[in-house]
Nanobody
């Protein structure tokens, strides 16, 4: 069992930066791939980024590539999403997820956090 808790969301102006974090409980965090997803009002949840358990391999949605960076610290049981050059269309609730495979498919992840709101004003 893995419990995930996101933090760090907030309000930021377009062009600004924000880092959201996801703290995991459990001793097996380092064995899980981690993903970030987001859901805007009236839209379906969409993939943002994923990172393998060892942290050496990452993958991003085209919409955030070059602006967002996913990273993890297995010693701290934490995964991060650094978001730069934010746009109003990045406004959403951001969720972290843990799974056995680093994939873009949300139904492949076993555990989910409660989400953190990120709002980008124009």
């Amino acid at each position: 069992q893995v419990l995930l808790v996101e933090s760090g969301g907030g309000l930021v102006q377009a062009g600004g930066s924000l880092r959201v974090s996801c703290a995991a409980s459990g001793r097996t965090f380092s064995s899980y791939a981690m993903g970030w997803f987001r859901q805007a009002p009236g839209k379906e949840r969409e993939f943002v980024a994923t990172i393998k358990w060892h942290g050496d391999s990452t993958y991003y949605a085209d919409s955030v590539k070059g602006r967002f960076t996913i990273s993890r610290d297995n010693a701290k049981n934490t995964v991060y999403l650094q978001m730069n050059s934010l746009k109003p269309e990045d406004t959403a609730v951001y969720y972290c997820a843990a799974g056995r495979v680093a994939t873009t498919e949300s139904n492949s992840y076993d555990y989910w956090g409660q989400g953190t709101q990120v709002t980008v004003s124009s």
